[in-house]
């Protein structure tokens, strides 16, 4: 006999959370879900009523899930998708249309940056310079300035993101081992802005696993595209995950301890450590700690590279 949902007792349990001591339907998960993303952003006081969130929203299960997840949880906020396409071939258009597909599905309009429309560049341009291996690395430079620069041009001073919690707790990980002080300062559910006029960025699945933002969305129906960047180096990054999974085999709250634990030493850190003030780029106005931004640096680079041939 299959186990019954230990919430309604009615429908087989069909999701095990080992964690929560819990066997839910697929209803009940759902709710779940939900409920754990209210508490969240109550928790740790996200967002107001009356503040429009703006949700980066890449085509992925994780972001799809929030977006989704957000409009259940919070049904009378004002809530925008803000999408980057970032230009890879093959990839990026497929990416937009499901970003497009989930903002009409849960009724909210989509602001989006096309990056090659924009710079005259593309992500891919990057693959021809010496930042070919730090492909990722110059990504996610691309991906801060371009989500805060929709956010701007959309009013949104809310930025709300789909980091989960294996993500954060891989970069956690990696941040702590490579003594990145300030990068695990920045790892936090609520970083508020460097500047008055940029958003408040905020993770409200930073206690939600990446195989749960997965069954959410294909319990709730929700679009996702499922291709894989091309420029992925997804095993090397599982890798350093490995440990914790190791560790939460005989205690099924380890990663919530893991991640508890980090939060304190951020705040340990934060306190101790004085983080070199930011001053506005003379190109874009965006923060920078010489000058010149890493993001206009690297538009700068590539386009040099790329009219040297
Ligand atoms: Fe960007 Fe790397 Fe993610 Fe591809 S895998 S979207 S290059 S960060
Ligand atoms: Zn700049």
């Not at 070199?276 to 923060?287: I, L, M, N, R, Y």
């Not at 010489?290 to 040099?304: F, P």
Request: aromatic share 8%; proline share 4%; hydrophobic share 35%.
């Amino acid at each position: 006999m299959p186990r019954k949902c230990s919430r309604c007792g009615s429908e087989d349990a069909e999701v095990n959370l080992p964690y929560a001591r819990l066997s839910l339907c697929r209803d009940c998960f759902l709710e779940y879900y939900v409920g754990r993303i209210k508490r969240t952003v109550e928790k740790y006081r996200m967002f107001h009523e009356d503040e429009t969130v703006g949700v980066a929203v890449s085509g992925g299960k994780d972001s799809a899930a929030l977006l989704h997840g957000l409009r259940r949880a919070f049904p009378n906020q004002k809530i925008v998708a803000l999408h980057v396409n970032l230009g890879i071939p093959e990839y990026s258009d497929r990416c937009q249309e499901e970003a497009e597909r989930l903002a009409d599905l849960v009724g909210v309009d989509i602001h989006i940056l096309d990056l090659k429309r924009e710079e005259n560049v593309s992500l891919s341009d990057f693959r021809r310079t010496v930042f070919k291996k730090k492909i990722c690395s110059v990504c996610g430079t691309i991906k801060r300035h371009s989500f805060e620069e929709i956010a701007r041009r959309a009013g949104v001073k809310v930025l709300a993101t789909g980091h989960n919690m294996d993500d954060m707790l891989s970069f956690m990980l990696n941040s702590f081992f490579t003594k990145q002080w300030t990068q695990l300062i920045r790892l936090k559910p609520v970083l508020p802005p460097l500047f008055s006029w940029m958003t408040r960025k905020v993770k409200p699945l930073i206690r939600t696993s990446g195989r749960e933002n997965l069954l959410y969305c294909l319990y709730a129906g929700v679009p996702f595209t499922e291709i894989e960047c091309p420029y992925s180096r997804g095993a090397k990054a599982k890798e350093k995950l490995k440990i914790l999974e190791t560790l939460s085999m005989n205690n099924p709250n380890f990663k919530y301890q893991a991640l508890d634990a980090f939060l304190e030493i951020s705040k340990i850190l934060e306190e101790k450590i004085r983080l070199q003030e930011a001053t506005p780029c003379v190109k874009c106005g965006f923060p920078s700690l010489n000058g010149v931004c890493a993001y206009c640096k690297r538009m700068a680079y590539v386009k040099e590279a790329l009219s040297n041939g």
